[in-house]
């Protein structure tokens, strides 16, 4: 059985870093983009970052560009977000998702961790 | 960037009733691309449907999607309890950033 699991979430102050992880298990993951997608408490879906399944391409959405970096390791079957400059906004349950589609990264997210909780304030 | 507006907000069924979802995009999706997922309290999402009308892996055939351009909808034709969820459209691309509905609350 697919498995993502997520961890390194935590409480941090404005203006902090914290590095999530995510490690895959029971598929092809250097096959796959993935992706991080967060939701605020009580909120809907937001897509954060994706990183290509060779590592080459990245993207990010406009509200992390800058603060937040997306990595992996595909030889220890990992995807990383650092996070600096956090604010008390970026307050959610943050996601890795593989891509549905291999060697592409089209944004359908297939498969899901169960997430792991940010909460930045003072 | 293109903006996808669910209705209803929520919507409240009996077992067995059929349940059509609404998704409207502000601009034409490109060749269907548009993909629902299906978020249980307390679960991550799980993907049902992707370019508007194939159904992911497992996911039972009471689900259904449709629809072309900026109109599309999930149906599902006979609701069980455990359909109790919030369901999200999200348009993608080859290019990002990918967006989300609002969600529709089903309650059952």
């Known amino acids: 059985q697919v498995h993502l699991v997520e961890s390194g979430g935590d409480v941090v102050q404005p203006g902090g870093s914290l590095r999530l992880s995510c490690v895959a298990s029971?598929?092809?993951?250097?096959?796959?983009?993935m992706h991080w997608v967060r939701q605020a408490p009580g909120q809907g879906l937001e897509w954060v970052a994706v990183?290509?399944?060779?590592?080459?391409?990245?993207f990010y959405a406009d509200s992390v560009k800058g603060r937040f970096t997306i990595s992996r390791d595909n030889s220890r079957n990992t995807v990383y977000l650092q996070m600096n400059g956090l604010r008390v906004e970026d307050t959610a349950l943050y996601y890795c998702?593989?891509?549905?589609?291999?060697?592409?990264?089209?944004?359908?997210?297939?498969?899901w961790g169960q997430g792991t909780l940010v909460t930045v304030s003072s | 960037e293109i903006v996808l507006t669910q209705s209803p907000g929520t919507l409240s069924l009996s077992p067995g009733e059929r349940a059509t979802l609404s998704c409207r995009a502000s601009?034409?999706?490109?060749?269907?691309?548009l993909a629902w997922y299906q978020q249980k309290g307390g679960q991550a999402p799980r993907l049902l449907i992707y370019a508007a009308s194939s159904r992911a892996t497992g996911i039972p055939d009471r689900f259904s999607g449709s629809g072309s351009g900026t109109d599309f909808t999930l149906t599902i034709s006979r609701l069980e309890p455990e359909d109790s969820a919030v369901y999200y459209c999200q348009r993608y691309s080859a290019i990002p950033p990918w967006t989300f509905g609002p969600g529709t609350k089903v309650e059952i």
């Open positions: 029971a598929f092809s993951f250097s096959d796959y983009g």
């Open positions: 990183l290509s399944f060779a590592g080459t391409n990245k």
């Open positions: 601009q034409s999706v490109a060749s269907n691309y």
């Open positions: 998702a593989s891509d549905l589609y291999p060697r592409s990264s089209w944004g359908v997210f297939e498969r």
